[in-house]
T-cell receptor, first 117, second 114 residues
Framework: AQKITQTQPGMFVQEKEAVTLDCTYD???????LFWYKQPSSGEMIFLIY??????QNATEGRYSLNFQKARKSANLVISASQLGDSAMYFC??????????????FGSGTRLQVQP | NAGVTQTPKFRILKIGQSMTLQCAQD?????MYWYRQDPGMGLKLIYY???????DKGEVPNGYNVSRSTTEDFPLRLELAAPSQTSVYFC?????????????FGPGTRLTVL
């Protein structure tokens, strides 16, 4: 069974500083994908970044980067130059490998990030 | 291009009532999903569909039913609502071009069962 663990229920960061949100995962499937989603107080789920298990380089999308350490089974999200609008819940999720067919996501419990001015 | 749409946004049900949560996508995606999010938690898979006419259970299917008669629509039916079904329900869809295909979520339906 797959599992995603986010050990930081809440984080604070000063505006313009960088912050790292932790995510560890457990799977026996060699093919998987890791996603980060942002959920602001309005409730929608916003896709941020994707990392495939066979990708050689860490994924980056603007101010977001994913620190992928395969041997440690970690996929931490790094947000550079935090902005007040980054205050939200952040979810790490893993997409099942190709053998299951359904390719659904398994989510962690989330980290609430608060950016302080 | 509206993406994934869900109706209603909010609903209050009495115990034992039934309702259908609507979900539609205009991206011609084959894969569609229903998740629920309980307070302070991540999302859990209720049902999914890999194409019109094909549906299957996820991790928490009890008390729910789905149908998929078209590519665009994937309604979720709640029969005999219970307080344990109080949650936020998200519909999502994804394409099938490859492993990096992202799931795109609708805005959610907040359901309260009293």
């Amino acid at each position: 069974a797959q599992k995603i663990t986010q050990t930081q229920p809440g984080m604070f960061v000063q505006e313009k500083e960088a912050v790292t949100l932790d995510c560890t995962y457990d799977t026996s499937d060699p093919s998987y994908g890791l996603f980060w989603y942002k959920q602001p107080s309005s409730g929608e789920m916003i896709f941020l970044i994707y990392q495939g298990s066979y990708d050689q380089q860490n994924a980056t999308e603007g101010r977001y980067s994913l620190n992928f350490q395969k041997a440690r089974k970690s996929a931490n999200l790094v947000i550079s130059a935090s902005q007040l609008g980054d205050s939200a819940m952040y979810f790490c999720a893993m997409r099942e490998g190709s053998d299951t067919g359904r390719r659904a996501l398994t989510f962690g419990s989330g980290t609430r990030l608060q950016v302080q001015p | 291009n509206a993406g994934v749409t869900q109706t209603p946004k909010f609903r209050i049900l009495k115990i034992g009532q039934s309702m259908t949560l609507q979900c539609a996508q205009d991206m011609n995606h084959n894969y569609m999903y229903w998740y629920r999010q309980d307070p302070g938690m991540g999302l859990k898979l209720i049902y999914y569909s890999v194409g019109a006419g094909i549906t299957d259970k996820g991790e928490v299917p009890n008390g729910y039913n789905v149908s998929r008669s078209t590519t665009e629509d994937f309604p979720l039916r709640l029969e005999l609502a219970a307080p344990s079904q109080t949650s936020v329900y998200f519909c999502a869809s994804r394409g099938d071009r490859g492993p990096s295909d992202t799931q795109y979520f609708g805005p959610g339906t907040r359901l309260t069962v009293l």
